[in-house]
């Protein structure tokens, strides 16, 4: 479609031809014959390779709105894409009009130094040698406009266009490589900016739940130095009591019955070889549980390692039997449980207690089992050893309550150790192997 509407060209202007670039001695130097041909007698592939080469798409907007404004005397706004600009142009180029006159114009001005470049040279092989050299330096715009406008130029327009055309389309080849990279590169760069505010987010979620977290450690920091400080006062308050003795806090509970005031006894009191400062946690089954115990169950926090104690139970002769002569029955085919502990030790505790002949179960207190299991391993066991250092707040108060309520025996570990895991099932283990090896006394007079 012509985007050109213009009026018939008057006879003065018909035969006004461009001047030559150089003025008349230019033109002089010419000399007859030397009429160079103009755009519009160009063929249309010579068209479109000039205004692809030497004018870009946004000169040549504003050359067309510049012209047809001029042609019918308004403001014009060329509008379309730019492939659409230059085919339409390329067909208006095909006759002498005002677009192509002034397209002829811009290039001459555009490509002077070209064209004088060229106005001296005469002859085939010296058009051809002049080609050679521009096309191996690539700068082909204004040569080739040079070369196609000369007098003697249509005798290389042909390999001239298609060596035009040649370069053209590796710079567009090369063009389309530089925006796939481009593109590319364009892609990874977003992809970056998306994983790092990913990793961003993420690390503040981190921060926040570790700061978090830290409040809360702070926090129960807070309570346990306070729940220190509450045993040490109570320490310094009762100094001769044996809570300080055992270095927790808490005097032995009263046991009811003669054969567990015997198994409290034997646990409480070291062995000669082991010293003072070895102490055994007592067995026994109380009939009232100690004020330590009520009034840290008042409190949202137990201490991490609880005094060493026997949890209240049942009246004599419920819950655990006990033989005739008031010691305790052998650990022999019983099942012990054991709460709490190293968590690889486990093992050794298991070879310990199945060389007395007793089954072995464990629960790690919460740490990682789940406690609703602890209630039916409770229920199973005949000795429960409860390792109260390594155990969680809730299980050591199912440990506590189920004693309480069955009078099950319990032992209760100040640190979680092999020695005093072994002193305690010793201690256990101890009055039965007594009385097993020494004769009943008999009272005077039977």
């Known amino acids: 479609m012509n985007l050109v509407t213009h009026d018939r060209l008057q006879p003065e202007e018909a035969c006004t031809e461009p001047p030559l670039p150089g003025g008349p001695r230019a033109a002089a130097t010419a000399g007859a014959g030397s009429r160079r041909r103009r755009l519009w007698e160009l063929p249309a592939q010579a068209h ?119 370069w053209v389309f590796h710079h567009a080849r090369s063009h389309l490589a530089r925006a796939a990279v481009e593109h590319e590169c364009q892609q990874r760069a977003e992809h970056a900016e998306r994983v790092l505010e990913e990793a961003r987010a993420r690390t503040a979620l981190q921060q926040q739940q570790s700061d978090a977290a830290l409040q809360r450690l702070r926090a129960e920091l807070a309570r346990a130095a306070g729940e220190a400080a509450r045993w040490r006062a109570l320490a310094e308050e009762h100094p001769g009591s044996s809570a300080t003795r055992v270095g927790v806090g808490m005097a032995p509970p009263r046991a009811t019955g003669t054969g567990t005031a015997a198994a409290v006894a034997t646990l409480a009191a070291p062995s000669a070889d082991e010293g003072p400062a070895a102490q055994t946690p007592p067995l026994t089954r109380p009939g009232r549980p100690p004020q330590w115990a009520s009034s840290a169950a008042s409190t949202p926090w137990a201490p991490s390692v609880p005094p060493a104690q026997a949890v209240a139970g049942s009246p004599p002769g419920a819950g655990a039997s006990k033989r005739a002569d008031g010691m305790p029955e052998p650990i022999v085919g019983r099942n012990v449980l054991c709460v709490g502990g190293i968590r690889h030790a486990a093992g050794r505790y298991r070879i310990r207690v199945e060389r ?86 008999t009272r005077q007079g039977d």
Request: charged share 25%.
């Open 48 to 166: 479109e390779l000039l205004l692809a080469m030497g004018i870009g798409p946004q000169v040549l907007r504003r050359e067309l709105a510049r012209v047809l404004g001029h042609v019918h005397k308004a403001r014009c706004t060329l509008g379309g894409r730019d492939v659409d600009v230059l085919y339409a142009t390329v067909h208006d180029l095909a006759t002498r009009n005002a677009i192509s006159e002034a397209l002829h114009r811009r290039l001459d001005e555009r490509h002077a130094s070209a064209l004088r470049r060229w106005l001296p040279l005469r002859g085939y092989e010296a058009l051809l040698a002049a080609w050679r050299v521009a096309r191996d330096d690539g700068n082909l715009a204004g040569e080739l406009w040079a070369l196609l406008t000369h007098p003697q130029g249509g005798e290389l327009e042909r390999e001239a266009l298609h060596d035009a055309r040649a």
């Open 356 to 441: 007395l002949g007793a089954r072995f179960e464990h629960h790690d207190g919460g740490i990682e089992d789940g406690i609703q299991g602890l209630d039916g391993q409770l229920r199973r066991a005949d000795l429960v050893i409860c390792q109260a250092a390594c155990i969680n707040h809730e299980a050591y108060h199912r440990i506590k309550r189920h004693c309480e309520r069955t009078g099950k025996p319990c032992l209760y570990l100040e640190r979680p150790s092999l020695a005093q895991f072994d002193r305690a099932l010793s201690a256990w283990t101890a009055p039965s192997r007594r009385s097993a090896a020494q004769p009943t006394p």
